[in-house]
């Protein structure tokens, strides 16, 4: 993004929000800084870094068209506060919808289902334990339609079709479905559950199911996956291959302010991983985090080790 395009975003943002003021339907600003000072040590090559982990901003926002019907949009960026340049946005889901009595339809660039299926399983997730370094399906397509139908008694359904135009995509056409039932964040219920299918998204078939609960202070969660590729980036298409199965397992734990995490993941013939960590509530925003994180790779004569002391703030 070149200096023109920040500026012209910035004006853009001022001028919403003091229109808003006087709207109906205020958009709302909104975003996170998220970073660590880490000890990275990949391939018996230990770095230390002051690194961003998806801190990003956006607006989002939403109009009453009718009684029956509302128009919503996001537009969201990653803000990478570590990179050596300083055109440092990259895109992140921006789209717009309407959404009524028959759910919501959104077109743009988004997440899938499958990826939004997984709720807040990943404990580590952004940092160097996230499940997408094991996973596949862990996507955000840049031509996507997504429908996600109303809620059911705590039952949800939707899907996502990513066009063949998206690069991403290798030219051919993409489908990503799930069932979910309950709340991700576990307030409105005890338990989250989900099941979800991807079917030529990204090069990959995947068939993911995730649970987790809440009893007390204690949260549990589990994962399975299995995923095949079907596509190449250089268009071939694959034939034969074989379907490789992971798992996730993991923990957290609040005792006041504090919360203690763990979590282990495997995928057949990739490797696997596990970290533990805790995060120090300052106050409804801000935390303070540490973390370690141990990886193996089938084939790596040496495991990667990560570890980092981090402070986030959300506004």
């Known amino acids: 993004m070149n200096v023109f395009c920040k500026t012209l975003l910035a004006s853009a943002l001022a001028t919403a929000t003091l229109a808003s003021a006087q709207a109906a339907d205020p958009l709302t600003v909104y975003g996170k800084l998220n970073v660590t000072a880490q000890s990275n040590d990949v391939d018996g090559d230990a770095t230390t870094t002051i690194q961003s982990n998806a801190s990003r901003f956006g607006v989002k926002g939403a109009f009453e068209l009718s009684s029956a019907l509302e128009a919503f949009y996001t537009v969201e960026y990653e803000v990478d506060t570590g990179d050596d340049v300083k055109e440092n946005f990259k895109a992140r889901n921006q789209f717009v919808g309407l959404k009524g009595n028959f759910g919501a339809v959104s077109v743009g660039r988004n997440d899938t289902m499958l990826k939004i299926s997984q709720g807040k399983v990943d404990q580590f997730n952004d940092l160097s334990g996230d499940l997408k370094n094991l996973f596949k399906g862990e996507n955000r397509i840049e031509q996507t339609a997504t429908y996600i139908t109303p809620n059911f008694s705590g039952f949800k359904m939707g899907v ?156």
Do not use: C
């Open 160 to 315: 996502t079709y990513a066009a063949e135009g998206a690069s991403s995509q290798y030219a051919q056409d993409g489908f990503s479905l799930a069932a979910m039932y309950g709340d991700a964040k576990l307030k409105k219920s005890p338990i989250y559950a989900s099941i979800a299918y991807d079917s030529d998204v990204k090069g990959y078939e995947v068939v993911r199911a995730t649970v987790q609960g809440k009893v007390a202070g204690l949260k549990l969660g589990a994962m399975y996956q299995q995923q095949e590729e079907t596509y190449k980036k250089t268009g071939e298409v694959v034939d034969g291959a074989d379907s490789k199965t992971g798992y996730l397992f993991s923990a957290a734990y609040t005792i006041d302010a504090i919360v203690l995490k763990a979590q282990y993941q495997d995928m057949e013939d990739k490797g696997d991983t596990w970290s533990v960590g805790g995060d120090y509530k300052l106050g409804k925003p801000t935390k303070l985090f540490a973390f370690y994180t141990n990886r193996s790779m089938e084939g790596d004569n040496s495991d990667d080790k990560f570890f980092g002391l981090g402070l986030e703030h959300k506004f």
